[in-house]
C-alpha cells in the first residue's frame, strides 16, 4: 500500500474516531441540559408536548418505561406491581411515532403508554394475556378488545401492559389486597412491605410511581378508590355504565365501572374523555347522552366557588391522622368559596351501614357474570368452563393459587358458587337501588340542596356509591406522620408513616363533570400529592436522558 494513502487513512480513520466520539460527548451534554420531563411526575401534557416538539418519540417512552418497571417490579423494592409487559408495544410505538410525523396525533393521548388491569381484555395476536391474575386464564383467547381498551387504541394510546391485581378481583375469598396467583403479592411504593390496596392494587402502583404516564382500574366496591388513595392518586370512579365494561372480567353487572387512575385530575379527565360512551355491547351504557363530555372542559379553579358541599359524618371513618387532615381541608374548601353543610348525614345512613343486601347481590351475580365471561371466550388452554371448575382448578394447582399460609381462601367463590338468582335476590337488588340511591346519595343531595358529598376517602366512601352505581373522585389529601406506629406485617402492613390518604367527592348519576370541577379546584389549591414522595428505593432512577440518543 502507498504509505501516503496509508498515512491519509489512519488519519482519516482518527479524525472520524475523534468525530464520533464528540459527538456522543455532545448528545450526552445535549440530554444533560435538556429538560426533560421527569418521569415521576409527568404530566401527559409534558408527554405530548415532548412528543410533539420531536424531544423524545413514543419508542423513547416505551424503552424508558419498561426499564422503569424492570427496577422495581421484580428488583429492589420487588414491587409486584406488572404481571406482564406488552411485547408489540415497542413496534406500536414506533408506527405511532411515523404516524404523528405524517397526519399528526390522533388526540391528546396519542403515543402516551397506560397500563391496563389484567382483568381488562386486550387483544390476543398482540402477545398479552387477560386472566384477573389467575393461572385458570393463562392462555386463555379473548374475542376483542374490551371496549375502554379498543377506545384507548383508537386514540392512539399504547397499552404498555396488565397490572397485577387482588386475584380475581378481590372476590376469591378473603386474601390480602394485591396478591394474584399470577402476579405475587404486590406492596406499597410509600412504605416498603405495606398494603397498596386493592383490587386495582398494581394500577395503582404503576401510575404513583411513574411505570407509566396513567392506569387503568375497575371498581366493584372500592377498588378504584381505595388504591387511589393508598398510593397517592387521582382515581374517578364512574357512574355504572358511563364506561362500557365489555370485555372486562366481571363480579357484577349491576355495580362493576372502570375508570382512569391518574397522577392529575387533568390527567385522568382527559382519559375519561376517551373512555365514555355508549356501546351496543353493554347495556348500561345505553342510559347515558348520545354526546360524551369533554371533562377537560370541567377543570376549573375557581368551581368550588358558591357550591354547596354535604359532610355526612355517620360516615367519615375513625383514622385520627385522616380526620385531622380531612378537617382541615374543609377549611381550605371553605375558603375557596364554598358553602360545607355539616353534618349532612343520609336520612337512611344507620340502615346502609347494617346492611347486608349487597353481599347477596355480588354473590349471585359473579356465578352468572363470570359464567358468561368464559363461554364467551375463544379458547381456554385450562379447560376451565365455569366457576365450579374455577374452583377446583384452585384445588389442582393449590401450591400456584391456594399458597399457605395466608393465600388459601375461596370461601367467596364457594358462596357464589351455592348462590341462585331467586327472590331474595331480586328483593335485595331493588333494597340496593333504594338504599343507595332514592333515600340515600339522591336525598342527602335534596335534603341539603347540595352539590355534591365530601368524606375521607378512606372512610365508609365507596360503599354507599357501589350499591347505588354512582360516581366518586378520590384526589390526595395526606400522609400518615412520622411518629405513626408501624402495624404487623400480615403478610403485609395495614398501617405506617408515609402512607397516603385521599379526600373524595360523591354525586348523583352522571355528574362526574361537576365532580371533576371541583376536584380539580381542591388539587390545585393543595398540591398534596407531592408534598411527600415514594420510599428512595421504590423511585425508578431510568429517565428519558438515559434513552433519547442510546
Not at 406500536?92 to 382483568?119: C, M, T, V, W, Y
Not at 411504593?189 to 390496596?197: C, E, K, M, R, W
Not at 353481599?359 to 388452554?381: H, R, W
Not at 360503599?463 to 354512582?470: E, H, M, Q, T, W
Request: glycine share 8%.
Amino acid at each position: 500500500m502507498n504509505p501516503r494513502y496509508s498515512a491519509l487513512m489512519k488519519t482519516s480513520f482518527l479524525f472520524g474516531l475523534q468525530y464520533l466520539m464528540l459527538v456522543c460527548a455532545l448528545n450526552s451534554t445535549e440530554n444533560t441540559n435538556v429538560a426533560f420531563p421527569d418521569l415521576y411526575e409527568a404530566s401527559i401534557a409534558e408527554l405530548q408536548d415532548g412528543l410533539q416538539s420531536g424531544l423524545f418519540s413514543s419508542a423513547d417512552l416505551v424503552t424508558a418505561y419498561f426499564a422503569r418497571i424492570e427496577e422495581v417490579n421484580h428488583q429492589g423494592p420487588n414491587l409486584h406491581a406488572v404481571i406482564e409487559t406488552n411485547p408489540s408495544a415497542l413496534t406500536q410505538a414506533a408506527e405511532l411515532d411515523n404516524e404523528r410525523k405524517i397526519s399528526g396525533p390522533r388526540s391528546p393521548l396519542h403515543g402516551i403508554p397506560i397500563i391496563l388491569k389484567d382483568n381488562i381484555a386486550t387483544m390476543h395476536s398482540e402477545g398479552m394475556n387477560t386472566t384477573a391474575g389467575s393461572f385458570a386464564l393463562l392462555g386463555s383467547v379473548v374475542p376483542r378488545d374490551a371496549t375502554v381498551a379498543a377506545k384507548l387504541r383508537a386514540a392512539g394510546a399504547i397499552l404498555l401492559g396488565k397490572a397485577n391485581l387482588s386475584e380475581w378481583a378481590n372476590f376469591r375469598g378473603n386474601v390480602p389486597s394485591g396478591f394474584s396467583g399470577r402476579g405475587g403479592q404486590a406492596t406499597s411504593p410509600y412504605f416498603p412491605n405495606a398494603d397498596p390496596s386493592g383490587s386495582s392494587a398494581g394500577s395503582g402502583i404503576s401510575s404513583a410511581i411513574g411505570l407509566a404516564a396513567a392506569a387503568l382500574g375497575s371498581e366493584t366496591d372500592g377498588s378504584i378508590l381505595s388504591p387511589s388513595s393508598r398510593n397517592n392518586l387521582v382515581g374517578i370512579k364512574p357512574t355504572v355504565g358511563l364506561t362500557s365494561r365489555a370485555g372486562v372480567i366481571p363480579i357484577s353487572s349491576h355495580q362493576d365501572t372502570v375508570g382512569p387512575m391518574a397522577r392529575s385530575v387533568t390527567d385522568a379527565a382527559a382519559i375519561l374523555s376517551v373512555m365514555a360512551g355508549r356501546d351496543p355491547l353493554d347495556n348500561f351504557t345505553l342510559a347515558q347522552p348520545a354526546i360524551v363530555p369533554d371533562y377537560s372542559q370541567a377543570l376549573n379553579t375557581s368551581a368550588l366557588q358558591g357550591a354547596r358541599l354535604g359532610i355526612p359524618r355517620l360516615f367519615e371513618g375513625t383514622d385520627p391522622n385522616i380526620l385531622a387532615a380531612f378537617n382541615a381541608s374543609v377549611e381550605i374548601i371553605r375558603g375557596l368559596g364554598a358553602t360545607i353543610v355539616d353534618p349532612a348525614d343520609f336520612p337512611d345512613a344507620t340502615e346502609i351501614l347494617q346492611s347486608g343486601n349487597e353481599s347477596i347481590v355480588l354473590t349471585t351475580d359473579f356465578k352468572v357474570d363470570v359464567n358468561q365471561y368464559i363461554a364467551g371466550l375463544l379458547e381456554v388452554p385450562t379447560g376451565v368452563r365455569n366457576l365450579a371448575d374455577l374452583i377446583q382448578f384452585n384445588i389442582d394447582h393449590a401450591s400456584e393459587e391456594l399458597i399457605p399460609p395466608f393465600y388459601t381462601d375461596q370461601s367467596q367463590f364457594i358462596a357464589s358458587e351455592n348462590s341462585t338468582v331467586d327472590d331474595a335476590y331480586f328483593a335485595a337488588l331493588a333494597a340496593d337501588g333504594d338504599l343507595g340511591r332514592t333515600r340515600g346519595i339522591d336525598a342527602t343531595l335534596k335534603e341539603f340542596d347540595l352539590d355534591a358529598i365530601l368524606l375521607p376517602t378512606d372512610g365508609f366512601t365507596a360503599g354507599p356509591a357501589a350499591i347505588a352505581g354512582y360516581p366518586v373522585i378520590t384526589v390526595p389529601l395526606g400522609f400518615q406522620p412520622d411518629n405513626q406506629t408501624v402495624s404487623p406485617a400480615n403478610p403485609i402492613i395495614e398501617n405506617a408513616p408515609g402512607i397516603p390518604f385521599g379526600i373524595a367527592f360523591m354525586g348523583t348519576a352522571l355528574s362526574e363533570f361537576k365532580l371533576v370541577g371541583l376536584a380539580f379546584a381542591y388539587e390545585q389549591a393543595t398540591h398534596n400529592r407531592l408534598k411527600r414522595l415514594a420510599f428512595p428505593e421504590a423511585i425508578p432512577k431510568t429517565q428519558l436522558k438515559d434513552v433519547v440518543g442510546h
